[in-house]
């Protein structure tokens, strides 16, 4: 078994994640705490983070099929 080694790209991205999914629960718990409403007029900031996380997972998805294909 070949230890795979992990790109730079893929490492921002797995950090992209992790650093999202604790933005969504803080934004979660902070949206239940002041009774607001959880829609794109208060959540703003998913127009920034959503196309980025995208960009990111399908860069990152691209380079390792080309990795794998060409060992």
């Known amino acids: 078994m070949k230890k795979r080694k992990l790109s730079t790209l893929q490492i921002v991205t797995i950090a992209f ?3 999202f999914l604790i933005w969504e629960r ?16 208060t959540r ?4 920034v983070s959503l196309p ?3 960009v ?8 390792w099929k080309k990795n794998t294909t060409s060992n």
């Open 17 to 19: 994640i992790v650093l």
């Open 26 to 41: 803080n934004i979660q718990l902070y949206l239940s705490e002041h009774d607001l409403q959880n829609s794109l007029q």
């Open 52 to 54: 980025i996380l995208l």
């Open 56 to 63: 990111l997972i399908v860069a990152s998805v691209r380079q």
């Open 44 to 47: 703003k900031d998913l127009f």
